[in-house]
Protein backbone atom coordinates (compact mmCIF):
# COMPACT_ATOMS: atom_id res chain seq x y z
CA UNK A 1 0.00 0.00 0.00
CA UNK A 2 1.43 3.16 -0.88
CA UNK A 3 1.99 6.29 1.26
CA UNK A 4 -0.10 9.35 0.25
CA UNK A 5 1.27 12.34 3.14
CA UNK A 6 0.21 16.53 1.98
CA UNK A 7 2.10 18.04 4.49
CA UNK A 8 4.55 17.46 7.11
CA UNK A 9 3.50 15.77 10.68
CA UNK A 10 3.74 18.50 13.09
CA UNK A 11 1.89 15.71 15.72
CA UNK A 12 2.79 12.63 17.10
CA UNK A 13 0.24 9.73 16.73
CA UNK A 14 0.07 6.55 18.16
CA UNK A 15 -1.24 4.44 16.24
CA UNK A 16 -3.29 1.08 16.96
CA UNK A 17 -3.61 -0.70 13.96
CA UNK A 18 -4.71 -4.55 13.62
CA UNK A 19 -6.05 -7.16 11.29
CA UNK A 20 -6.74 -10.77 11.77
CA UNK A 21 -4.74 -12.57 9.11
CA UNK A 22 -3.38 -9.61 7.30
CA UNK A 23 -0.36 -7.75 9.25
CA UNK A 24 -0.60 -4.25 9.03
CA UNK A 25 2.50 -1.69 8.81
CA UNK A 26 2.25 2.01 8.86
CA UNK A 27 4.14 4.56 6.81
CA UNK A 28 5.91 7.91 7.98
CA UNK A 29 6.16 11.04 6.50
CA UNK A 30 8.37 13.59 7.53
CA UNK A 31 8.42 16.28 9.76
CA UNK A 32 9.23 18.08 13.17
CA UNK A 33 7.32 15.26 15.43
CA UNK A 34 7.65 11.04 14.93
CA UNK A 35 4.67 9.29 14.63
CA UNK A 36 4.36 6.23 17.14
CA UNK A 37 3.20 2.87 15.96
CA UNK A 38 1.41 0.33 17.90
CA UNK A 39 -0.38 -3.34 16.05
CA UNK A 40 -3.69 -4.98 17.37
CA UNK A 41 -4.28 -8.33 16.78
CA UNK A 42 -6.70 -11.16 18.17
CA UNK A 43 -4.66 -13.62 20.30
CA UNK A 44 -7.52 -16.57 20.55
CA UNK A 45 -9.95 -17.31 17.47
CA UNK A 46 -13.96 -16.46 18.12
CA UNK A 47 -15.07 -20.16 16.77
CA UNK A 48 -16.91 -20.84 19.76
CA UNK A 49 -20.37 -18.77 21.42
CA UNK A 50 -21.29 -17.45 25.14
CA UNK A 51 -24.69 -17.12 26.17
CA UNK A 52 -26.75 -14.09 26.60
CA UNK A 53 -27.07 -14.70 30.78
CA UNK A 54 -23.06 -14.28 30.15
CA UNK A 55 -22.52 -11.18 27.83
CA UNK A 56 -25.46 -9.73 30.35
CA UNK A 57 -23.84 -10.85 33.55
CA UNK A 58 -20.87 -8.67 32.37
CA UNK A 59 -22.43 -6.08 30.97
CA UNK A 60 -24.00 -5.28 34.09
CA UNK A 61 -21.43 -5.97 36.11
CA UNK A 62 -19.72 -2.70 34.09
CA UNK A 63 -22.90 -0.95 34.19
CA UNK A 64 -22.88 -0.70 37.76
CA UNK A 65 -19.49 0.86 37.99
CA UNK A 66 -20.06 3.09 35.32
CA UNK A 67 -22.81 4.28 37.30
CA UNK A 68 -21.17 5.34 40.33
CA UNK A 69 -20.85 9.12 41.61
CA UNK A 70 -17.02 9.66 39.74
CA UNK A 71 -14.64 10.78 43.01
CA UNK A 72 -11.09 12.12 42.85
CA UNK A 73 -9.00 9.13 41.54
CA UNK A 74 -11.59 6.84 40.92
CA UNK A 75 -10.04 3.78 38.48
CA UNK A 76 -12.74 1.92 37.06
CA UNK A 77 -12.71 -1.88 35.46
CA UNK A 78 -13.95 -2.92 32.06
CA UNK A 79 -15.42 -5.93 30.65
CA UNK A 80 -14.44 -5.53 27.26
CA UNK A 81 -16.49 -6.86 24.49
CA UNK A 82 -16.18 -8.28 21.35
CA UNK A 83 -16.94 -7.13 17.68
CA UNK A 84 -18.58 -10.70 17.68
CA UNK A 85 -21.22 -10.74 20.06
CA UNK A 86 -21.27 -14.17 20.45
CA UNK A 87 -17.95 -14.00 22.22
CA UNK A 88 -16.55 -12.36 25.46
CA UNK A 89 -13.41 -10.82 24.75
CA UNK A 90 -10.76 -8.33 26.23
CA UNK A 91 -9.02 -6.52 23.78
CA UNK A 92 -5.19 -5.21 25.51
CA UNK A 93 -2.16 -3.59 24.24
CA UNK A 94 1.30 -4.41 25.67
CA UNK A 95 3.14 -1.52 26.34
CA UNK A 96 6.39 -0.56 28.40
CA UNK A 97 7.20 1.17 31.62
CA UNK A 98 10.39 1.67 33.41
CA UNK A 99 14.01 2.05 32.91
CA UNK A 100 14.90 -0.59 32.01
CA UNK A 101 11.80 -1.26 30.18
CA UNK A 102 9.04 -4.27 31.54
CA UNK A 103 6.09 -5.06 29.84
CA UNK A 104 2.69 -4.88 30.82
CA UNK A 105 -0.82 -6.32 29.36
CA UNK A 106 -3.06 -3.81 30.15
CA UNK A 107 -6.87 -3.17 28.50
CA UNK A 108 -7.98 -0.43 26.77
CA UNK A 109 -11.28 0.71 28.29
CA UNK A 110 -13.66 3.93 26.98
CA UNK A 111 -14.64 3.69 30.06
CA UNK A 112 -12.10 4.57 32.37
CA UNK A 113 -9.47 7.49 32.50
CA UNK A 114 -6.49 6.67 34.04
CA UNK A 115 -3.55 3.85 33.41
CA UNK A 116 -2.53 1.22 35.91
CA UNK A 117 -0.64 -1.70 36.51
CA UNK A 118 -0.28 -4.38 39.67
CA UNK A 119 2.20 -3.35 42.03
CA UNK A 120 5.17 -5.99 42.76
CA UNK A 121 3.58 -5.16 46.56
CA UNK A 122 0.14 -6.32 45.75
CA UNK A 123 -0.26 -9.80 48.04
CA UNK A 124 -4.06 -10.52 46.93
CA UNK A 125 -3.63 -9.91 43.55
CA UNK A 126 -4.23 -12.76 41.19
CA UNK A 127 -0.48 -14.43 39.53
CA UNK A 128 -2.30 -16.59 36.80
CA UNK A 129 -4.57 -15.49 34.07
CA UNK A 130 -7.24 -17.45 32.14
CA UNK A 131 -6.48 -15.60 29.53
CA UNK A 132 -3.26 -17.00 27.93
CA UNK A 133 -1.06 -14.29 28.99
CA UNK A 134 1.69 -14.34 31.75
CA UNK A 135 1.13 -11.44 34.15
CA UNK A 136 3.87 -8.77 35.44
CA UNK A 137 4.10 -7.09 38.47
CA UNK A 138 6.01 -3.21 38.17
CA UNK A 139 8.10 -2.63 40.58
CA UNK A 140 9.41 1.25 41.24
CA UNK A 141 12.47 0.07 42.87
CA UNK A 142 13.84 -1.73 39.42
CA UNK A 143 13.17 1.21 37.78
CA UNK A 144 15.87 4.00 37.62
CA UNK A 145 13.06 6.54 36.16
CA UNK A 146 10.32 5.83 38.47
CA UNK A 147 9.08 8.82 40.90
CA UNK A 148 6.41 9.26 43.41
CA UNK A 149 3.91 11.82 43.44
CA UNK A 150 3.34 13.55 46.14
CA UNK A 151 0.37 15.24 48.11
CA UNK A 152 1.77 18.42 47.31
CA UNK A 153 2.13 17.76 43.60
CA UNK A 154 -0.94 19.61 41.50
CA UNK A 155 -2.09 16.81 40.31
CA UNK A 156 -2.63 15.43 43.52
CA UNK A 157 -5.31 18.01 44.19
CA UNK A 158 -8.38 15.75 43.11
CA UNK A 159 -7.10 12.30 44.64
CA UNK A 160 -6.17 11.22 47.69
CA UNK A 161 -3.15 11.29 50.38
CA UNK A 162 -1.62 9.22 52.98
CA UNK A 163 -0.27 10.64 56.20
CA UNK A 164 2.39 7.70 55.51
CA UNK A 165 5.28 8.48 52.99
CA UNK A 166 3.38 11.74 51.67
CA UNK A 167 2.44 9.58 48.51
CA UNK A 168 -0.67 10.22 46.36
CA UNK A 169 -3.01 7.54 46.02
CA UNK A 170 -6.28 6.58 44.50
CA UNK A 171 -8.70 3.76 46.01
CA UNK A 172 -12.19 2.91 45.16
CA UNK A 173 -15.04 0.65 45.75
CA UNK A 174 -17.39 -0.63 43.33
CA UNK A 175 -21.66 -1.75 43.57
CA UNK A 176 -20.50 -5.16 43.07
CA UNK A 177 -17.59 -5.36 46.35
CA UNK A 178 -14.97 -5.53 44.21
CA UNK A 179 -12.37 -2.21 44.32
CA UNK A 180 -8.25 -1.34 44.41
CA UNK A 181 -6.38 0.80 45.70
CA UNK A 182 -2.82 1.96 45.17
CA UNK A 183 -0.58 5.25 44.72
CA UNK A 184 0.39 7.29 41.89
CA UNK A 185 4.35 7.34 40.31
CA UNK A 186 5.42 8.55 37.11
CA UNK A 187 7.48 6.93 34.90
CA UNK A 188 8.67 6.40 31.44
CA UNK A 189 6.20 5.33 28.51
CA UNK A 190 8.55 3.27 25.39
CA UNK A 191 6.54 3.26 22.41
CA UNK A 192 7.96 2.70 18.67
CA UNK A 193 8.45 5.69 16.49
CA UNK A 194 8.22 6.09 13.04
CA UNK A 195 10.01 9.64 11.90
CA UNK A 196 9.47 10.72 7.78
CA UNK A 197 10.05 8.03 5.10
CA UNK A 198 13.65 6.74 5.79
CA UNK A 199 13.90 5.78 9.93
CA UNK A 200 12.46 4.24 12.56
CA UNK A 201 13.41 4.80 15.62
CA UNK A 202 12.24 1.66 17.90
CA UNK A 203 12.66 3.21 21.46
CA UNK A 204 10.78 6.88 22.04
CA UNK A 205 9.61 7.35 25.63
CA UNK A 206 7.34 10.07 27.51
CA UNK A 207 7.02 10.55 31.24
CA UNK A 208 3.78 9.29 32.23
CA UNK A 209 1.76 9.36 35.57
CA UNK A 210 0.11 6.49 36.29
CA UNK A 211 -1.48 4.16 39.26
CA UNK A 212 0.25 1.19 40.76
CA UNK A 213 -2.52 -0.89 42.46
CA UNK A 214 -1.60 -2.44 45.76
CA UNK A 215 -4.62 -3.44 46.74
CA UNK A 216 -7.12 -5.60 44.78
CA UNK A 217 -10.59 -7.28 45.99
CA UNK A 218 -13.96 -9.18 45.20
CA UNK A 219 -13.89 -10.22 41.35
CA UNK A 220 -10.95 -8.22 40.59
CA UNK A 221 -8.71 -11.14 42.26
CA UNK A 222 -10.05 -14.15 40.08
CA UNK A 223 -7.57 -15.25 37.88
CA UNK A 224 -10.11 -16.45 34.83
CA UNK A 225 -10.12 -12.73 33.23
CA UNK A 226 -7.13 -11.41 35.35
CA UNK A 227 -4.71 -8.65 33.36
CA UNK A 228 -2.24 -6.47 34.37
CA UNK A 229 -3.89 -3.18 34.04
CA UNK A 230 -6.83 -0.94 32.55
CA UNK A 231 -5.35 1.47 29.91
CA UNK A 232 -7.78 4.50 29.99
CA UNK A 233 -9.29 6.47 27.28
CA UNK A 234 -11.62 8.38 29.29
CA UNK A 235 -11.18 12.68 29.51
CA UNK A 236 -10.09 13.21 32.94
CA UNK A 237 -6.78 15.18 33.21
CA UNK A 238 -4.65 12.14 34.41
CA UNK A 239 -5.87 9.91 31.30
CA UNK A 240 -3.06 8.79 28.93
CA UNK A 241 -4.42 10.73 26.32
CA UNK A 242 -4.53 14.31 28.20
CA UNK A 243 -1.17 13.82 29.75
CA UNK A 244 -0.12 13.60 26.27
CA UNK A 245 -1.69 16.41 24.36
CA UNK A 246 -1.48 18.66 27.11
CA UNK A 247 2.00 18.50 26.29
CA UNK A 248 1.95 18.61 22.46
CA UNK A 249 3.09 15.01 21.98
CA UNK A 250 -0.51 13.88 20.44
CA UNK A 251 -4.14 15.66 19.57
CA UNK A 252 -6.66 15.42 22.06
CA UNK A 253 -8.70 13.15 19.83
CA UNK A 254 -8.62 9.50 19.36
CA UNK A 255 -10.39 6.81 16.90
CA UNK A 256 -10.72 3.37 16.67
CA UNK A 257 -12.50 0.91 14.18
CA UNK A 258 -13.73 -2.51 15.56
CA UNK A 259 -13.96 -5.48 12.87
CA UNK A 260 -17.15 -7.18 13.14
CA UNK A 261 -16.55 -10.38 11.65
CA UNK A 262 -15.36 -13.75 13.89
CA UNK A 263 -11.43 -12.79 13.47
CA UNK A 264 -12.02 -9.62 15.50
CA UNK A 265 -9.24 -7.13 15.59
CA UNK A 266 -9.35 -3.17 14.58
CA UNK A 267 -7.64 -0.23 14.78
CA UNK A 268 -7.36 2.42 17.45
CA UNK A 269 -5.38 5.42 16.92
CA UNK A 270 -4.37 8.45 18.99
CA UNK A 271 -5.62 10.97 16.72
CA UNK A 272 -7.60 11.59 14.34
CA UNK A 273 -9.16 8.96 11.57
CA UNK A 274 -10.03 10.93 8.34
CA UNK A 275 -13.25 9.92 6.62
CA UNK A 276 -15.18 12.21 4.03
CA UNK A 277 -18.49 10.12 5.26
CA UNK A 278 -17.85 11.22 9.25
CA UNK A 279 -20.66 12.40 10.86
CA UNK A 280 -20.36 14.58 13.82
CA UNK A 281 -22.73 15.26 17.05
CA UNK A 282 -21.73 16.72 19.87
CA UNK A 283 -21.28 15.40 23.62
CA UNK A 284 -22.18 16.11 26.24
CA UNK A 285 -20.57 18.55 28.23
CA UNK A 286 -19.07 17.87 32.15
CA UNK A 287 -19.86 14.11 32.26
CA UNK A 288 -17.35 11.14 33.11
CA UNK A 289 -18.46 9.34 30.09
CA UNK A 290 -18.81 9.60 26.84
CA UNK A 291 -22.88 10.86 26.63
CA UNK A 292 -23.95 12.02 23.37
CA UNK A 293 -27.88 13.88 22.62
CA UNK A 294 -29.96 10.72 21.12
CA UNK A 295 -32.61 12.23 19.58
CA UNK A 296 -35.35 9.78 17.77
CA UNK A 297 -34.82 6.26 16.93
CA UNK A 298 -36.50 5.51 13.13
CA UNK A 299 -37.41 1.41 12.09
CA UNK A 300 -37.79 1.42 7.94
CA UNK A 301 -37.74 4.95 8.07
CA UNK A 302 -40.28 5.38 10.11
CA UNK A 303 -40.04 7.24 13.52
CA UNK A 304 -40.82 5.15 16.19
CA UNK A 305 -43.38 6.83 19.23
CA UNK A 306 -40.81 7.79 21.87
CA UNK A 307 -40.33 11.06 23.78
CA UNK A 308 -36.55 12.10 23.47
CA UNK A 309 -36.70 13.24 27.35
CA UNK A 310 -36.00 9.50 27.82
CA UNK A 311 -32.81 9.41 26.54
CA UNK A 312 -31.70 13.02 28.32
CA UNK A 313 -28.25 13.27 30.58
CA UNK A 314 -29.41 13.72 34.13
CA UNK A 315 -27.84 12.34 37.30
CA UNK A 316 -27.23 8.31 36.25
CA UNK A 317 -29.49 8.38 33.32
CA UNK A 318 -28.34 9.87 29.65
CA UNK A 319 -27.04 7.66 26.45
CA UNK A 320 -23.48 6.89 26.63
CA UNK A 321 -21.07 4.91 23.78
CA UNK A 322 -19.23 2.64 25.28
CA UNK A 323 -17.11 0.02 24.01
CA UNK A 324 -16.39 -1.84 26.77
CA UNK A 325 -20.15 -2.99 26.93
CA UNK A 326 -20.81 -5.33 24.82
CA UNK A 327 -24.45 -5.46 23.64
CA UNK A 328 -26.89 -2.47 23.38
CA UNK A 329 -29.32 -1.34 25.65
CA UNK A 330 -32.35 0.90 26.10
CA UNK A 331 -34.67 2.31 28.39
CA UNK A 332 -38.15 0.76 28.32
CA UNK A 333 -39.86 3.44 27.15
CA UNK A 334 -37.53 3.41 23.68
CA UNK A 335 -36.98 -0.73 24.11
CA UNK A 336 -40.89 -2.10 24.20
CA UNK A 337 -41.46 0.45 20.65
CA UNK A 338 -38.47 -1.09 19.36
CA UNK A 339 -38.95 -4.53 19.44
CA UNK A 340 -42.71 -4.60 18.41
CA UNK A 341 -41.52 -2.39 15.41
CA UNK A 342 -39.19 -5.24 14.30
CA UNK A 343 -41.32 -7.80 14.87
CA UNK A 344 -43.97 -6.40 13.03
CA UNK A 345 -41.83 -5.80 10.12
CA UNK A 346 -40.66 -9.23 9.81
CA UNK A 347 -43.98 -11.20 11.14
CA UNK A 348 -44.48 -12.52 7.13
CA UNK A 349 -41.30 -13.97 7.01
CA UNK A 350 -40.15 -15.19 10.31
CA UNK A 351 -41.50 -16.90 13.17
CA UNK A 352 -40.84 -15.15 16.96
CA UNK A 353 -39.63 -16.88 19.51
CA UNK A 354 -39.85 -16.04 23.19
CA UNK A 355 -37.09 -17.18 25.66
CA UNK A 356 -36.79 -15.51 28.99
CA UNK A 357 -38.69 -12.71 27.54
CA UNK A 358 -36.08 -11.81 25.26
CA UNK A 359 -37.25 -11.52 21.02
CA UNK A 360 -35.66 -14.26 18.79
CA UNK A 361 -36.60 -14.70 15.11
CA UNK A 362 -36.37 -18.17 13.43
CA UNK A 363 -34.86 -16.96 9.79
CA UNK A 364 -34.66 -19.32 7.01
CA UNK A 365 -33.38 -16.52 4.34
CA UNK A 366 -30.65 -14.05 4.59
CA UNK A 367 -31.40 -11.21 7.58
CA UNK A 368 -30.43 -8.84 5.29
CA UNK A 369 -33.50 -9.71 2.98
CA UNK A 370 -36.34 -9.86 5.30
CA UNK A 371 -34.94 -7.21 8.97
CA UNK A 372 -35.61 -3.51 8.06
CA UNK A 373 -32.55 -1.26 8.84
CA UNK A 374 -32.97 1.19 11.58
CA UNK A 375 -31.55 4.53 12.24
CA UNK A 376 -30.45 6.59 15.54
CA UNK A 377 -30.77 10.51 15.04
CA UNK A 378 -28.61 12.54 17.02
CA UNK A 379 -27.91 15.89 17.61
CA UNK A 380 -26.76 18.02 14.54
CA UNK A 381 -28.36 15.71 12.19
CA UNK A 382 -26.16 12.69 12.98
CA UNK A 383 -28.05 9.72 11.95
CA UNK A 384 -26.13 6.18 12.48
CA UNK A 385 -27.83 3.75 10.79
CA UNK A 386 -27.56 -0.07 11.59
CA UNK A 387 -27.91 -2.94 9.47
CA UNK A 388 -29.43 -6.01 10.37
CA UNK A 389 -26.04 -7.47 11.70
CA UNK A 390 -25.67 -4.54 13.75
CA UNK A 391 -28.54 -5.36 16.06
CA UNK A 392 -28.93 -9.35 16.02
CA UNK A 393 -27.44 -11.80 17.25
CA UNK A 394 -27.03 -15.24 15.35
CA UNK A 395 -27.37 -17.75 17.91
CA UNK A 396 -27.25 -20.70 15.97
CA UNK A 397 -28.26 -23.47 13.16
CA UNK A 398 -31.78 -25.69 13.19
CA UNK A 399 -32.05 -28.30 10.01
CA UNK A 400 -33.89 -25.21 7.24
CA UNK A 401 -33.20 -22.18 9.64
CA UNK A 402 -31.01 -20.79 12.01
CA UNK A 403 -32.06 -18.01 15.06
CA UNK A 404 -31.05 -15.18 15.75
CA UNK A 405 -31.95 -12.63 18.76
CA UNK A 406 -32.02 -9.15 19.48
CA UNK A 407 -28.78 -7.77 20.29
CA UNK A 408 -29.93 -5.09 22.39
CA UNK A 409 -31.49 -5.17 26.16
CA UNK A 410 -33.76 -3.50 28.27
CA UNK A 411 -32.57 -1.29 31.01
CA UNK A 412 -33.78 1.53 33.29
CA UNK A 413 -32.32 4.81 32.69
CA UNK A 414 -29.23 5.13 30.76
CA UNK A 415 -29.30 3.88 27.21
CA UNK A 416 -25.76 2.09 26.23
CA UNK A 417 -24.13 2.06 22.65
CA UNK A 418 -21.96 -1.35 22.60
CA UNK A 419 -19.75 -2.94 20.73
CA UNK A 420 -22.51 -4.54 18.78
CA UNK A 421 -23.61 -1.27 17.59
CA UNK A 422 -20.13 0.07 16.84
CA UNK A 423 -18.41 -2.28 15.29
CA UNK A 424 -17.47 -1.90 11.40
CA UNK A 425 -17.56 1.86 11.76
CA UNK A 426 -14.86 4.14 12.43
CA UNK A 427 -15.31 6.31 15.57
CA UNK A 428 -13.73 9.45 16.59
CA UNK A 429 -14.02 11.12 19.91
CA UNK A 430 -12.78 14.49 19.16
CA UNK A 431 -12.02 15.86 22.91
CA UNK A 432 -10.78 18.94 21.80
CA UNK A 433 -14.32 20.25 20.34
CA UNK A 434 -16.16 17.94 22.37
CA UNK A 435 -17.95 15.72 19.83
CA UNK A 436 -17.59 12.58 18.35
CA UNK A 437 -18.08 11.47 14.35
CA UNK A 438 -18.64 7.91 12.56
CA UNK A 439 -18.81 6.18 9.69
CA UNK A 440 -19.61 3.06 7.95
CA UNK A 441 -15.74 1.54 7.36
CA UNK A 442 -14.34 -1.85 6.69
CA UNK A 443 -11.96 -1.81 9.55
CA UNK A 444 -9.34 -4.58 7.91
CA UNK A 445 -8.46 -1.70 5.63
CA UNK A 446 -5.77 1.05 6.38
CA UNK A 447 -7.05 4.06 7.32
CA UNK A 448 -6.20 7.79 6.55
CA UNK A 449 -5.07 9.51 9.66
CA UNK A 450 -4.58 13.27 10.04
CA UNK A 451 -1.10 14.75 10.98
CA UNK A 452 -1.92 17.78 11.64
CA UNK A 453 -4.49 19.10 15.03
CA UNK A 454 -7.89 20.30 13.11
CA UNK A 455 -6.87 20.26 9.25
CA UNK A 456 -6.87 17.78 6.56
CA UNK A 457 -3.77 16.88 5.80
CA UNK A 458 -3.46 13.11 6.51
CA UNK A 459 -1.35 10.15 6.05
CA UNK A 460 -2.15 6.51 5.19
CA UNK A 461 -1.24 3.48 6.69
CA UNK A 462 0.04 1.02 4.67
CA UNK A 463 3.76 -0.16 3.94
CA UNK A 464 7.34 1.18 5.69
CA UNK A 465 9.49 1.63 3.10
CA UNK A 466 13.32 2.17 4.78
CA UNK A 467 16.08 4.33 2.92
CA UNK A 468 14.05 3.66 -0.63
CA UNK A 469 14.17 0.04 -0.15
CA UNK A 470 11.50 -3.23 -0.25
CA UNK A 471 8.47 -3.30 2.19
CA UNK A 472 9.01 -4.06 6.03
CA UNK A 473 6.57 -5.62 8.18
CA UNK A 474 6.30 -4.11 12.15
CA UNK A 475 6.18 -7.04 14.08
CA UNK A 476 4.97 -7.43 17.12
CA UNK A 477 7.79 -8.22 19.05
CA UNK A 478 9.42 -4.91 17.84
CA UNK A 479 6.35 -2.69 18.60
CA UNK A 480 3.73 -2.12 21.21
CA UNK A 481 1.01 -4.59 20.07
CA UNK A 482 -2.66 -4.01 20.88
CA UNK A 483 -3.67 -7.73 21.14
CA UNK A 484 -7.95 -9.01 21.19
CA UNK A 485 -8.03 -11.71 23.34
CA UNK A 486 -10.97 -13.99 23.92
CA UNK A 487 -12.58 -16.42 25.99
CA UNK A 488 -15.53 -18.23 25.29
CA UNK A 489 -18.13 -20.59 26.85
CA UNK A 490 -20.45 -23.02 24.92
CA UNK A 491 -24.24 -22.29 24.90
CA UNK A 492 -25.93 -24.18 27.52
CA UNK A 493 -28.82 -26.48 25.94
CA UNK A 494 -30.73 -25.39 28.34
CA UNK A 495 -31.42 -22.10 26.12
CA UNK A 496 -32.10 -23.39 23.04
CA UNK A 497 -33.68 -26.64 24.15
CA UNK A 498 -36.43 -24.28 26.19
CA UNK A 499 -37.44 -22.69 22.84
CA UNK A 500 -37.81 -26.06 21.22
CA UNK A 501 -35.12 -26.70 18.71
CA UNK A 502 -32.29 -28.81 18.48
CA UNK A 503 -29.57 -25.98 17.25
CA UNK A 504 -26.00 -27.03 16.71
CA UNK A 505 -23.42 -24.45 17.75
CA UNK A 506 -20.44 -22.46 16.09
Not at 39 to 65: G, I, M, S, W, Y
Not at 372 to 393: H, K, T
Not at 494 to 503: A, H, R, V
Amino acid sequence: MALVARSECSKLLVMISAAAALVTVVCGVSGTFPSSVMTLQRAFPANQKVEFEVLRDRDRLRHARLLQNMAGGVVNFPVIGSPDPNSVGLYFTRIKLGSPPREFNVQIDTGSDILWVTCSSCNNCPRISGLGVDLSFYDALSSSTASPISCSDQLCASAECTTEGNQCSYSFQYGDSSGTSGQYLSDLLFFDTVVGTTSLIASSSAPIIFGCSTIQSGSLTSPDRAIDGIFGFGQHDLSVISQLSSRGITPKVFSHCLKGDGSGGGILVLGEIMDPRIVYTPLVPSQPHYNVYLQSIAVNGQLLPIDPAVFATSGNCGTIVDSGTTLAYLVPEAYEPFVSAITAFVSQFSNLVISSGKPCYEVSTSIFEIFPSVAFNFAGGASMVLRPSEYLVHMGFNEDSSLWCLGFEKTNCVTILGDIVLKDKIFVYDLAHQRIGWADYDCSMSVNVSITSGKDEFINSGQLRVNGGPSICLYPKTIITLTKTVYTHFLRALILLSMGFGFSFL
